[in-house]
């Protein structure tokens, strides 16, 4: 029996919705959900989930939670004679025990039904974002953080510069109480957010502890920018931008090649790479547009006012981003719905990326096929462990002694099983 009174850890809430170098964070909600919610692209908090800003008094109980929740692994682990080296099955044994002695547990609450969605993604989706997330949920991820190094923590959702500066620093002197080991904050927000706070309310959101913030910037271009709904302009992207660096806080920005669809491809990429000159941030992450069902962009394409792009277009798009982006940044391919691994710091890897780009292009037609077979393929077993069946067969005629064979594929066969892989990846 654990030396703690079990029946007082419970479960806190915690952000299913971070960027990809905050997977090992350690997080905690201020808001809920997103106040803008319009984006014709975005799939998120589209299930009946609504904006809310958390209480003070919300906040600090979730920080006591995890504080209780860490106390709980770190005395189970000493207990078991492992000291610091608790693994993920010795925690399903602690959640059993907990769960013993706690009334039955009520499930995270999801905003969307899993089992009514036809979409792969959406269902998995369903599964993962919680507004309410279990016991179990809570335990698993401050061990994953404990086991990451303890030192990283995001704050969500998706707009913290919303929040006053005062009501930030008091989070955050609560959270570095309890969690003294930990060194790097970030958040999500928006541009326009950051455009419209003064100078002085940011520099105290660094003053507090911030270290950087992640911007959806997706595109420089207004006119992707106004028919997106996304609710800024380039220029208060740029503004928002600045203000960040100017205040000492590191800005990290996601961009989204494919955003202008074939219309306005070649506008998209160049009116965004001049936006990253300028705005020079720190960090450009790409994202490959991927529709998603039930979205507005979805019922775009169905009207006919949205074409979606080819896989060339949006390899050329990042090409232009790669040799027009004039300001120093490291950019990043660390999405799932990226062909290519195009990733270095300009401007000194720029001919070495703008190589991985060319050797694409120069391609035929049916190797263009096949590699991006492959890619997707690569992508799918790296995101979800494995081929599911429904992939496995669709690809098995194009497989032949672990390589990748489309000779007995028409192209439009082919392009089919890319398409079918593609619906089933998460950005």
């Given at each position: 029996m654990s030396f703690m009174n079990l029946s007082t850890v419970e479960p806190f809430e915690i952000c299913s919705i971070r960027p990809p170098t905050e997977n090992d964070s350690l997080t905690f909600r201020l808001t809920r959900n997103c106040g803008w919610n319009r984006c014709l692209f975005c799939p998120v908090y589209k299930y009946g989930a609504?904006?809310?800003?958390?209480?003070?008094?919300?906040?600090?109980?979730?920080?006591?939670?995890?504080?209780?929740?860490?106390?709980?692994?770190?005395?189970?682990?000493?207990?078991?004679?492992?000291?610091?080296?608790?693994g993920y099955q010795d925690a399903g044994f602690l959640i059993r025990e907990v769960q013993a002695v706690r009334p039955e547990e009520e499930q995270g609450e999801s905003d969307m039904a899993a089992g009514e969605e036809e979409d792969q993604r959406l269902r998995w989706f369903s599964l993962w974002f919680k507004e309410r997330?279990?016991?179990?949920?809570?335990?698993?991820?401050?061990?994953?953080?404990?086991?990451?190094?303890?030192?990283?923590?995001?704050?969500?959702?998706?707009?913290?510069?919303?929040?006053?500066?005062?009501?930030?620093?008091?989070?955050?002197?609560?959270?570095?109480?309890?969690?003294?080991?930990?060194?790097?904050?970030?958040?999500?927000?928006?541009?326009?957010?950051?455009?419209?706070?003064?100078?002085?309310?940011?520099?105290?959101?660094?003053?507090?502890?911030?270290?950087?913030?992640?911007?959806?910037?997706?595109?420089g271009s207004d006119t992707v920018l106004d028919f997106m709904a996304k609710g800024v302009t380039a220029a208060e992207q740029l503004d928002g931008c600045?203000?960040?660096?100017?205040?000492?806080?590191?800005?990290s920005v996601y961009v989204m090649p494919g955003l202008g669809g074939g219309r306005w491809s070649g506008l998209h990429a160049v009116e965004t790479a001049e936006l990253l000159s300028r705005a020079a941030p720190d960090f450009v992450r790409l994202r490959s547009l991927e529709i998603f069902p039930k979205t507005g962009l979805a019922a775009a394409v169905e009207h006919g006012d949205f074409?979606?792009?080819?896989?060339?277009?949006?390899?050329?798009?990042?090409?232009?981003?790669?040799?027009?982006?004039?300001?120093?940044?490291?950019?990043?391919?660390?999405?799932?719905?990226?062909?290519?691994?195009?990733s270095g710091r300009l401007p000194e890897d720029r001919d070495r990326m703008l190589s991985v780009i060319d050797e694409f292009l120069e391609l035929s037609p049916r190797e263009k096929l096949a590699f991006s077979l492959e890619s997707r393929l690569r992508s799918f077993y790296g995101q979800?462990?494995?081929?599911?069946?429904?992939?496995?067969?669709?690809?098995?005629?194009?497989?032949?002694?672990?390589?990748?064979?489309?000779?007995?594929?028409?192209d439009e066969q082919v392009a089919s099983t890319i398409r079918l892989i593609r619906s089933k990846l998460m950005p």
């Open positions: 609504r904006f809310s800003r958390r209480s003070m008094e919300e906040v600090k109980k979730d920080v006591h939670r995890a504080r209780v929740i860490y106390d709980l692994l770190t005395d189970y682990s000493v207990r078991g004679g492992v000291p610091g080296r608790l997330p279990k016991l179990e949920d809570s335990i698993y991820h401050v061990l994953t953080w404990m086991l990451g190094g303890q030192e990283t923590c995001f704050l969500g959702d998706s707009n913290s510069l919303s929040l006053s500066p005062d009501f930030f620093a008091e989070v955050m002197a609560e959270i570095l109480a309890k969690f003294p080991t930990l060194r790097r904050f970030t958040v999500y927000g928006r541009t326009s957010t950051a455009a419209r706070k003064s100078p002085g309310d940011l520099k105290a959101f660094r003053e507090a502890g911030l270290d950087r913030v992640h911007f959806g910037l997706e595109s600045l203000k960040i660096k100017d205040a000492g806080i590191s800005c074409v979606e792009a080819t896989e060339e277009q949006v390899v050329r798009e990042i090409r232009v981003l790669v040799e027009q982006t004039e300001a120093p940044c490291r950019m990043v391919s660390d999405s799932a719905s990226n062909l290519l691994d195009v979800y462990g494995g081929l599911t069946d429904d992939i496995m067969t669709a690809a098995a005629p194009y497989l032949t002694s672990g390589r990748i064979d489309i000779s007995h594929g028409s």
